[in-house]
Nanobody, 118 residues
């Protein structure tokens, strides 16, 4: 069964940068969208950034100008470059991939913790 493998989480100082990566453990087809969600302690999971198959991107207002999502279609890999990190960015970050033919299916990573603290 295909799993999403995330990497790049860890402790980072405020104002620092971090890059998250996510790739399927096996082949995955018909990717419709790839993205990142996050969930901070005591809060609901929220969309951070998403990139569609057409390359269209959307970002949460709180990360616009600081985060950038990108993808490598050949590797089915999605990245999240996080700059100017704030303590408010501390959360568990989850990779997300949606595939679709006639129907769609969502895949989720296990999550990687990004802790922004001095």
């Amino acid at each position: 069964q295909v799993q999403l493998v995330e990497s790049g989480g860890g402790l980072v100082q405020p104002g620092g940068s971090r890059r998250l990566s996510c790739a399927p453990s096996g082949s995955i087809f018909n990717i419709n969208a790839m993205g990142w969600y996050r969930q901070a302690p005591g809060k609901e999971r929220e969309l951070v950034a998403i990139i569609s198959s057409s390359g269209n991107t959307n970002y949460a207002d709180s990360v616009k100008g600081r985060f950038a999502i990108s993808r490598d279609n050949a590797k089915s890999t999605v990245y999240l470059q996080m700059n100017s990190l704030k303590s408010e960015d501390t959360a568990e970050y989850y990779c997300y991939i949606r595939t679709r033919t006639i129907n769609y299916r969502d895949y989720w990573g296990k999550g990687t913790l990004v802790a922004v603290s001095s």
